[in-house]
């Protein structure tokens, strides 16, 4: 037999074990990336279910406890309450122990929590660029950050030791690793994963405004494309809302530019431009061809769904790049 790599932490604590939280959890136990898993969560209801999961090796009460004495403490909890959990644990965090987070912003979780990071600790944010529309601590899978992108984005001057640590964390659970400016990375997500969520439950949400009639018959003929968008719409609201209140500039700058070529296809459609129409769909396919030959998506029919609800082979739901 093959000899097992050597842990990269001996202690994990897990503030927050949500649908990031419990797969983080299942995946560095399966591949011996940490000795121990200490985790805890916001409501005592979520706590017992990770117990009765046996997802961790100890289940406590507060995030002090969890903090305390750990080698690597992961925030899993929405970007607008990263700083308020790391004012929290500051006092308890042990020297050399590395601080990160999951979050989809980037530059907010930075501001908000390095003052409370004491200079003995290593702060250094992450992004899974992975996940379902489904939460809690049942939704969670060891495989979800399989060839799956996880972006860090360590401060000006932080620890190299640290980032590559946590690098070999994240990839010994399955990610693929990039390094980059915390900045850049808004901006970047702005366009990839907040804006289409946005219009996500735009869309869905017009479907809901419409005359009870029209929007049972919008339900019962759902086409691929706006269940698709149902199926972005239902990921959890309030990390949502904290990323497009922490991301805003991005987002709106992206907002701006999506308005811009809305209206540019508006026009065309009102013209009877079909050049124009027929040139900005031919683009956008080769975009969504670049995305399959990179292996970020399937190129199997209806996205590899099974369709038997009988399957005995049915998958973990299968996970995409999202915040």
């Known amino acids: ?125 992450a992004h899974p660029v992975a996940g379902t529309e489904y939460s809690g601590p049942d939704a969670g899978f060891a495989e979800l950050f399989e060839n799956r992108w996880c972006i860090l984005t360590p401060p000006v001057g932080a620890n190299e030791k640290a980032v590559a640590k946590l690098k070999a964390f994240w990839q010994r659970l399955g990610a693929n690793v990039e390094v980059m400016d915390a900045t850049h990375h808004d901006l970047v997500l702005a366009i990839t994963s907040h804006l289409p969520h946005l219009i996500a439950y735009n869309i869905v949400g017009t479907a809901a405004d419409l005359e009870a009639g029209t929007r049972s018959e919008v339900i019962k003929f759902s086409a691929g ?33 999506f308005n811009e070529d809305l209206a540019a296809l508006t026009r065309a459609i009102r013209t009877g431009d079909g050049d124009t129409l027929f040139d900005s769909f031919a683009r956008t396919r080769a975009i969504r061809r670049s995305i399959i030959e990179v292996g970020q998506e399937t190129a199997e029919p209806d996205f590899g769904r099974r369709h038997s609800a009988h399957d005995p082979e049915t998958p973990l739901p299968r996970p995409y790049a999202s915040d």
């Open 1 to 125: 037999m093959p000899e097992r790599s050597p842990v990269i932490f001996e202690r994990l604590a897990l503030i927050g074990v949500g649908l990031i939280g419990s797969s983080i959890a299942r995946a560095a136990r399966a591949q011996g990336a940490v000795r121990s898993i200490v985790a805890t969560a916001r409501s005592q209801a979520t706590r017992e279910r990770v117990r009765e999961l046996k997802i961790a090796d100890q289940v406590v009460e507060t995030n002090l406890e969890a903090a305390k004495g750990a080698d690597c403490i992961i925030v899993c909890v929405p970007v607008g309450a990263c700083g308020a959990v790391a004012a929290e644990i500051g006092s308890v965090i042990k020297p050399g122990a590395i601080v990160s987070d999951v979050g989809s912003v980037k530059g907010a979780v930075l501001r908000d929590m390095a003052p409370h990071i004491p200079a003995h600790a290593h702060l250094v944010p």
């Open 225 to 257: 494309g706006f269940r698709d968008f149902t199926r972005i719409a239902a990921s959890d609201p309030t990390m949502w809302r904290d990323v497009f209140l922490n991301n805003k500039e991005a987002v709106l700058e992206m907002l701006g530019r």
